[in-house]
């Protein structure tokens, strides 16, 4: 991952985001060891603080829980929490502006499905 240092998007939510991405990947599973702030911002060349900032993110919303003296590991139910999380955050933001354009450009509700179900077909022949 590369992180945007133009975003508006901070750079430790940019680093949650991955995180979440790489759980719901299967690159990091259930109760496995998550990397460190020191880990983190070594690989992405960013502050430890930044780092840190973005893993206590997760363990706010319980993706992540703390051992310890031995680290920060992945919940049982992370997956389903970001799941849960970004179909009710940026699915639902995406829809809004997705719909928001298909007024402006006079688009009905069934031509609207219509075209979400052709690129759902066009990804699912990929």
Known sequence: MVLN????????VQIAEWLETEIL??????DEKM???YQLAEMFNINPAT??????????????YKKRG?????NP???GKILLKRKNENLKQMIRELVQE?????????????????????????
Request: charged share 30%.
């Open 5 to 12: 240092h133009d975003s508006t998007k901070p750079i430790y």
């Open 77 to 79: 139910d992370a997956k």
């Open 25 to 30: 990947n299967d690159h990091i599973s259930t």
């Open 102 to 126: 298909a007024e402006y450009l006079k688009v009905d509700h069934d031509e609207l499905m219509e075209i979400v179900q052709q690129v759902r077909k066009e990804r699912k022949d990929r």
């Open 51 to 64: 780092a840190a900032k973005g893993l206590n993110m997760l363990v706010n919303n319980d993706i992540l």
């Open 35 to 37: 990397y460190s702030q």
């Open 70 to 74: 031995l680290g920060m590991f992945v």
